[in-house]
């Protein structure tokens, strides 16, 4: 079964630096999203992404964030300079449409951890 | 944000009994309900989902009950199995607007079923 697939698993940086994490959404989906799960707490929505281009952010999603589809496969979320409370599972997901009840499928996730 | 609440932790049950999941929500605006289930170390992994013009959904041992009126979203699981054991989560998603598919979860339920 097509999965969505993220590298690395573990990143490990320095608070300042920049680091992007990457993903491979399924091949047929048309919608991108980033979450992140800080320990302990809920899973909560950063970005979706369409047609090369955001459709919606958070208010988490500041200027230090960013995101670009470089071809047609990749989908990578860039973190400009890292802060401490960055560190987070960030959960990558697709999905073939955003209505018509579509689940969103999530990757195994990148544990980023800023020192 | 507490528009999506599991209101349990935790929930322990017997190999080969019932379990019932239970989601809250307070925004009336979700047309898309989802469940999640999640292991250790990987991301979460679609179960089963429903529409608001739905009251049930069924998928092998996996039901799903909306009843709108009070807000409320249940996942069954019957029988239950040791490889149920996860976190289970609740999602849900806006109709319309500017919400591209931006799921809003639930903090999560640890179910456990002994054998």
């Known amino acids: 079964e097509p999965e969505v697939t993220q590298t690395p698993s573990h990143q490990v940086t320095q608070m300042g630096q920049e680091v992007i994490l990457r993903c491979v959404p399924i091949s047929n989906h048309l919608y991108f999203y980033w979450y992140r799960q800080i320990l302990g707490q809920k899973v909560e929505f950063l970005v979706s992404f369409y047609n090369n281009e955001i459709s919606e952010k958070s208010e988490i999603f500041d200027d230090q964030f960013s995101v670009e589809r470089p071809d047609g496969s990749n989908f990578t979320l860039k973190i400009r300079s890292t802060k401490l409370e960055d560190s987070a599972m960030y959960f990558c997901a697709s999905s073939k449409a955003d209505y018509s009840n579509q689940p969103q499928h999530f990757g195994d996730g990148t544990r980023l951890s800023i020192l | 944000d507490q528009q999506v609440k599991q209101n349990s932790p935790s929930l322990s049950v017997q190999e080969g009994r019932i379990s019932i999941l239970n989601c809250d929500y307070t925004n009336s605006m979700f047309d898309y309900f989802l469940w999640y289930k999640k292991y250790p170390a990987e991301g979460p992994t679609f179960l089963i989902s429903i529409s608001s013009i739905k009251d049930k959904n069924e998928d092998g041992r996996f039901t799903v009950f909306l009843n709108k009126s009070a807000k409320h979203l249940s996942l069954h699981i019957v029988p239950s199995q040791p490889g149920d054991s996860a976190v289970y989560f609740c999602?849900?998603?806006?109709?319309?607007?500017?919400?591209?598919?931006?799921?809003?979860f639930g903090q999560g339920t640890i179910l456990t079923v002994h054998p």
């Open positions: 999602a849900a998603r806006r109709a319309g607007g500017t919400s591209y598919g931006k799921l809003t």
